[in-house]
C-alpha cells in the first residue's frame, strides 16, 4: 500500500503564491505518473499537473503558466508550484500515484490528468484564493 500525503495549503489573496508537498511512501524509483487534481466543491475532480518518473511533465491549460510540477526523487517528494493564483483555483488539491512496467504499456501526458488513471491518493489540502 502507498500512502500520500500532502501539506502546503491555505489562504490566499487574488495573485498570490501557494506551493504543495506531496510525501510519498514509496521509493520513487519505479516507473510512475505522480499527479495533483483539484476538486470544487459541487465539481468533479479534474487534473492540474503531473510529472512522470523521466521527469516528463504535463499541465491542464488553465494553469499552464502559473503552476510547476517538480519532484525530488531523494526526499520521495513532489511538489506544485502555485503562482499567480486565481479565485477559480479554490478546491480542495489531491496527490495521485500510480506505478506501472513500462513493457506494458505507459500513460500519455493526456491521460495522465485522468482522475481514473490513478490507484492510490492522498486525503488531499485546501486551497482557497480570495479575490
Known amino acids: 500500500q502507498v500512502q500520500l500525503v500532502e501539506s502546503g495549503g491555505g489562504s490566499v489573496q487574488s495573485g498570490g503564491s501557494l506551493s504543495l508537498s506531496c510525501t510519498v511512501s514509496k521509493y520513487l524509483q519505479s516507473s510512475y505518473w505522480m499527479g495533483w487534481f483539484r476538486q470544487a466543491p459541487g465539481k468533479e475532480r479534474e487534473g492540474v499537473a503531473a510529472i512522470d518518473s523521466d521527469g516528463t511533465t504535463t499541465y491542464a491549460e488553465s494553469v499552464k503558466g502559473r503552476f510547476t510540477v517538480s519532484q525530488d526523487n531523494a526526499k520521495n517528494m513532489v511538489y506544485l508550484q502555485m503562482n499567480s493564483l486565481k479565485p477559480e483555483d479554490t478546491a480542495m488539491y489531491y496527490c495521485?500515484?500510480?506505478?506501472?512496467?513500462?513493457?506494458?504499456?505507459?500513460?500519455?501526458?493526456?491521460?495522465?490528468?485522468?482522475?481514473?488513471?490513478?490507484?492510490?491518493w492522498g486525503q488531499g489540502t485546501q486551497v482557497t484564493v480570495s479575490s
Open positions: 495521485a500515484a500510480v506505478f506501472f512496467v513500462p513493457r506494458w504499456g505507459r500513460l500519455t501526458p493526456v491521460q495522465a490528468l485522468l482522475p481514473h488513471e490513478y490507484t492510490f
